[in-house]
């Protein structure tokens, strides 16, 4: 869950570094004049699309897998039981 909200933040450092790309009012307002804006739209794209792959193999991840388990009665399997796997 931590790796998620990390993933985000970061994603969000990518892409209001494409905004400060798109918007030199708002490069001016950070305070970010000496990168060239060529710079910072690499910089952003590079950014949002390693953690969004980073987000997106996280999510995989954490899937439940579930698996059915026997149910014994002396040396007989008798059913199956559902098991969540964490």
Do not use: C, W
């Not at 996280?58 to 002396?74: A, C, F, M, S, W």
């Amino acid at each position: 869950m931590n790796g998620k909200i990390l993933g985000y933040a970061i994603s969000a450092i990518g892409i209001l570094a494409l905004a400060m790309a798109s918007f030199p009012s708002l490069q001016a307002m950070v305070g970010v004049k000496s990168i060239s804006g060529t710079m910072l739209t690499i910089a952003g794209v590079i950014i949002t699309v390693i953690v969004i792959m980073i987000i997106l193999k996280i999510g995989h991840n954490t899937k439940q897998e579930v698996k059915d388990l026997p149910v014994y009665e002396g040396e007989n399997v008798v059913a199956y039981r559902r098991h969540h796997k964490k």
